[in-house]
Structure formats: structure tokens, C-alpha cells
């Protein structure tokens, strides 16, 4: 069974090198969870920060279910996001090295219930960026003559 996937932070990837990914639960209004299903959300510059042993998702953009109209959610607000402790402690020792920080990378639906793939990540520098995106452009002209072979 393969899990519904709602929405994929494609910016991460190329913006950090994801060391570790991570599971977590968000904790959700009736409005948010319905326009998740209708695919209304956007993690572009969301990330995750850690207060007082709980985790959030900040800056995250789940847009507002239009039937709910009176009962609707703030878009940006933050949401509590469900992890063990044992991750949390694990988390936050990690955090304490220089230049690592959590975001997500992906919301999907498992077994009915909104979950959240978190990444603990390291910022890449410029020339990352570049040697990535150089790497790609010769996948695709590799791609561009295979295909030209086959034709």
C-alpha cells in the first residue's frame, strides 16, 4: 500500500544535504486535514524548531478550506508536530552541532493520519549547487543522446 503523498519540498534537496530523515504526526484542525486531502499545502522555507522538549512546523502554508468558511485556519500558524521523546532528546543533541537544522521534506497520508518527513540537514555551499546542477545537465545530455540512438 503505497502512501497518498500531499505535497514535496523539491527546494530541500537542492539546498541541503539531508544527513537523517525522520517520522512525525502533525497535530491538525478539521479544516487543515480537508484541505490536505484537496492537495491545498506548500512547504517552500518551512522548517522545524525544537522549544521546551516539543517539536513545530513553522512558516509551513496549508491553504484555507473554502466550504469551512467561518471555522477556517490561519494558513502559516505553527503546528505541533508528534515525535517520541527519545527522538526529541536525539534531535536536539544534534542541533547543538553547527550548521544543522530540521526540515521538512514531504507531507503524506498514512493508515488515514498526516504525517510529516522531517530531515535533519546541512546547508550546501555555493559550489554544492553548482557541481549538482552540473551533474544534471550531463545526466540529461546523456539522456538526450541515448535517445537520439535509439530514434
Given amino acids: 500500500m503505497s502512501n497518498p503523498l500531499i505535497t514535496k519540498n523539491k527546494k530541500a534537496l537542492f539546498n541541503y544535504h539531508v544527513e537523517e530523515r525522520f517520522e512525525a504526526g502533525i497535530v491538525l484542525t478539521g479544516s487543515e486535514v480537508k484541505s490536505l486531502r484537496a492537495g491545498g499545502a506548500n512547504l517552500v522555507d518551512s522548517y522545524v524548531s525544537l522549544k521546551n522538549n516539543e517539536a513545530f512546523l513553522l512558516k509551513a502554508h496549508i491553504s484555507p478550506y473554502q466550504?469551512?468558511?467561518?471555522?477556517?485556519?490561519?494558513?502559516?500558524?505553527?503546528?505541533?508536530?508528534?515525535?517520541?521523546?527519545?527522538e526529541i532528546l536525539k534531535l536536539q543533541s544534534r542541533l547543538q552541532a553547527q550548521g544543522y537544522t530540521l526540515i521538512p521534506m514531504s507531507?503524506?497520508?498514512?493508515?488515514g493520519r498526516a504525517k510529516a518527513e522531517i530531515g535533519l540537514c546541512r546547508s550546501k555551499t555555493k559550489a554544492d549547487k553548482r557541481e549538482n546542477m552540473k551533474k544534471q545537465e550531463a545526466g540529461r545530455e546523456m539522456q538526450r543522446v541515448l535517445r537520439g540512438k535509439n530514434n
Fill in 67 to 86: 466550504p469551512a468558511a467561518m471555522q477556517n485556519h490561519v494558513p502559516t500558524r505553527p503546528r505541533k508536530l508528534l515525535f517520541h521523546r527519545a
Fill in 107 to 111: 507531507l503524506y497520508f498514512k493508515k
